[in-house]
């Protein structure tokens, strides 16, 4: 499900990812510079995740799947219509909760934020804004898919609370050099997998 999203949002995302990371690296790396920050390798890498998760969530809710049915104000009508494990309930249930995995954690992280209270609100006024544009851009309204989008943002506030606790309670996590190597080799298996990049052919062709 995961390479299939990305093979359709890249063909259609990739021009304005790239104007745009290209400007914000720019101004990112000039600003570090003249006020003298430490560059931590890992913390820009998560800030430049946020911002292409933020860019692709956009396209997603706005350009993809126009869907001309009746907006669903009637909550878990529209998730317990369809058959567990089918290819449509993977899609709508489980996509809408995976939409926001990223937005709970990207967001705890950005604001070091502990608290259910707040990852709550701010997933709720995402997806609320995103149904509420969806419906005026001529889509639908479903109850439904704010209830799987807040469950997604909870379950990426609780992967961020755990992966704290391991960084707190294990020195060797709260080193930026290992942070550093963690979060590359994490891109680059993200990368492989959605991509289906044969890693062991182009060695071995290389050999």
Sequence with gaps: MIKK?????????????IIILVIICSLRITYLITKHKKFLLHRELIYLISIIYLL?????????????????????KEIFRYSFGSPKFIRNVIGNIMLFIPFGFLSSYLLKNRKFSVVTILTLIASLTIETVQYYIGRVFDIDDIILNLIGGIVGFLIYIGLDAIRNKVKL?????????????????????????NIFGMIGGVI
């Design 5 to 17: 999203a990305v093979m359709e949002v890249l063909p259609d995302v990739w021009p304005m990812l």
């Design 173 to 197: 996590f709260r080193n930026d050099t290992v942070l550093d190597i963690l979060i590359i080799i994490i891109l680059v298996l993200v990368i492989i997998y959605s991509f289906n990049v």
């Design 56 to 76: 692709c969530l956009f396209h997603v809710v706005t350009f993809q799947d126009v869907n001309y049915g009746a907006s669903n104000f009637v909550p878990f």
